[in-house]
């Protein structure tokens, strides 16, 4: 075990596989940013499969017990499944993988659990099309994803987790209609406070909704208590409704920053590696893999890096001045 210089422990690591993405989510790739003329990562600048899995084998002698493929959105990375089939062989590796759900067919997502994929996490906005169309800005509909989800369901990619980005301005209106629709689903609704990740999404504080409020707002119509966190370091404060029939997670990265318990370290596609989700700049570990590094090397590398980890940006986020270029949501996953 590695520990930052606040005690942390690294634990986690989120590995982005691509940064390309079919959706143009106006909080994480606005379509005034993101458009035909961007110029993504060549397959060449992204890490191979096996790089990735060379890399995890050895941050798993740090620590590393969970792993989470993220991208832009992952299944987008062709033969995909190559990958999870690899990182599955590497013993008591939890691995899951988050996606906006639009290519979960259901030939894909048996093939992701017979790769040896656990669990996935989908994004979904809003139940309202004409919403969450204006959210994915791509005219993809809701029962496609709900299909999706679905699909996954019946694959064993379970339990499923729901993320849902809250805008005030946009899908105030969903949260209570969402919670119920999840309620007895078997699934578990996580309601994500909007973030100022990246300097493309045009984030204001005003269009945060607190996390204190969504439960307010649940509560009044289906009532909840708080119920204690699966482990430490766990993101989401977890509520269950009172009449037994699920439960919801709240992820307050504004409201209520969870620094402390961070316990996550953060891969991109091109091979950098990220020591916080609000960083301006990462750490450069593609060469290392491509230039003969020996596996010593490598690790004694990410341990320092690790160890003289000192970022807590959303405790300390009233008080920070503006970063310099900071790391777009789509490029470090999320």
């Known amino acids: 075990m590695v520990l930052d210089k606040f005690s942390r422990p690294l634990k986690d690591l989120r590995i982005s596989v691509t940064d390309r993405c079919n959706f143009r989510c106006v909080y994480c790739m606005p379509k005034e940013v993101f458009g035909s003329d961007y110029n993504y990562l060549s397959r060449s600048e992204m890490l ?3 790089e990735i899995v060379r890399f995890v084998r050895l941050l798993v002698n740090l620590g590393i017990t969970k ?20 990182l599955a062989l590497i013993p008591g590796l939890d691995l899951t993988l988050t996606t906006n759900g639009s290519l979960l067919t259901q030939d894909k997502c048996l093939a992701l659990r017979e790769a040896g994929l656990q669990r996935i996490t989908v994004s979904l ?47 105030l209106a969903s949260i209570v209609p969402m919670a119920k629709h999840f309620r007895e689903s078997g699934h578990i609704l996580r309601f994500i406070e909007y973030m100022d990740v990246g300097d493309s999404n045009g984030w204001r504080l005003d ?47 504004v409201s ?45 590398v990410v341990s320092s ?7 807590r940006y959303s405790e300390l986020r009233s008080k920070q001045s503006h970063r310099v270029s900071p790391v777009e949501m789509s490029y470090i996953g999320g």
Not at 67 to 86: A, N, Q, S
Not at 305 to 311: F, H, P, V
Request: proline content about 4%; aromatic content about 8%; overall charge negative.
């Open 48 to 50: 191979s499969y096996e």
């Open 67 to 86: 792993v989470r493929i993220t991208g832009g959105d992952p299944l987008l990375r062709k033969d995909i499944e190559y990958l999870i089939k690899m």
């Open 125 to 171: 906005d809003s139940l309202n099309n004409d919403t969450f169309a204006s959210l994915n800005d791509v005219e993809f509909s809701v029962d496609e994803v709900i299909n999706g989800i679905n699909n996954a369901a019946s694959a064993g990619l379970s339990p499923i987790k729901i993320n849902m980005v809250v805008m005030r301005s946009v899908n």
């Open 207 to 253: 269009e945060v909704v607190p996390s204190s409020e969504i439960v307010e707002l649940i509560g009044a119509q289906l009532p909840l208590e708080p119920i204690a966190p699966n482990y430490v370091g766990e993101v989401a404060n977890r509520w269950k409704y009172t009449d037994g029939s699920g439960e919801i997670g709240l992820i307050s990265s």
């Open 256 to 300: 209520q920053p969870f620094c402390g318990d961070c316990s996550r370290l953060r891969l991109s596609a091109r091979g950098e590696l990220f020591t916080c989700l609000f960083a301006s700049s990462g750490y450069d570990v593609r060469s290392l893999l491509r230039n003969n590094a020996s596996d010593e090397k490598i690790v004694d």
């Open 305 to 311: 890096l690790w160890k003289n980890r000192d970022d």
